[in-house]
């Protein structure tokens, strides 16, 4: 069974960093792209980026360019996320799916709150 | 990007009626387009990918359609189970850009 694990919800200060990972588990982790996706409450979903564990390779939506940052580690499957200065903005809910064309299996989700 | 339009944002049916839901690209997408369910407080599932080919285990009463820049989503005989927000999202270009939504409610 594929599964995507995330880690749980973050509480931050503006300004701050936060990493976020997605543990995949039953499927070859090095053949499928990792899209992250931000939802902002009731609002719809925005992709930020993808990257594809096989060579580390990324690319990102523009708005996101200076926010997030993609990595892969394949000894332990992991995918993470790294959004940076953060401010009320980046409260959100942050999806990881993998994907070839289609997002086809996604972790449940990791909320991130940025309050002073 | 590609810009996808849905419609309408919100619906109510009753149980076993018929729904549609549009969504319009703001250009030709070659049938790149999926359709994901999303319960509250969950993660989106797939539902329809590549315009009207239905995902493993998704119930037959869902069904896909379309072409260009014009696709809908079909639920034949709603049920219960079937309240969520539901969104299209289209694949033909980097970035995959998703509709707005349309949150279906149970009459």
């Known amino acids: 069974e594929v599964q995507l694990q995330q880690s749980g919800p973050e509480l931050q200060r503006p300004g701050a960093s936060v990493k976020l990972s997605c543990k995949a588990s039953?499927?070859?982790?090095?053949?499928?792209?990792m899209y992250w996706v931000k939802q902002r409450p009731k609002q719809s979903l925005e992709l930020i980026g993808r990257?594809?564990?096989?060579?580390?390779?990324?690319d990102y939506v523009e708005k996101f360019k200076n926010k997030a940052t993609l990595t892969a580690d394949t000894s332990s499957n992991t995918a993470y996320m790294q959004l940076s200065s953060l401010t009320s903005e980046d409260t959100a809910t942050y999806f990881c799916?993998?994907?070839?064309?289609?997002?086809?299996?996604w972790g449940q989700g990791a909320s991130v709150t940025v309050s002073s | 990007d590609i810009q996808m339009t849905q419609s309408p944002a919100s619906l109510s049916a009753s149980l076993g009626e018929t729904i549609s839901i549009e969504c319009l690209a703001s250009?030709?997408?070659?049938?790149?387009l999926a359709w994901y369910q999303q319960k509250p407080g969950k993660s989106p599932q797939l539902l329809i990918y590549?315009?009207?080919s239905l995902q493993a285990g998704v119930p037959s009463r869902f069904s896909g359609s379309g072409s260009g820049t014009q696709y809908s989503l079909k639920i034949s005989s709603m049920q219960p189970e079937d309240e969520g927000d539901y969104f299209c999202?289209?694949?033909?270009?980097?970035?995959?850009?998703f509709g707005g939504g349309t949150k279906l409610e149970l009459k």
């Open positions: 799916a993998r994907a070839l064309y289609v997002m086809d299996a």
């Open positions: 039953g499927y070859t982790f090095t053949e499928y792209y």
């Open positions: 990257i594809d564990p096989e060579d580390g390779s990324t």
């Open positions: 250009e030709g997408i070659s049938s790149y």
């Open positions: 590549g315009a009207n």
């Open positions: 999202q289209q694949s033909y270009k980097f970035p995959p850009t």
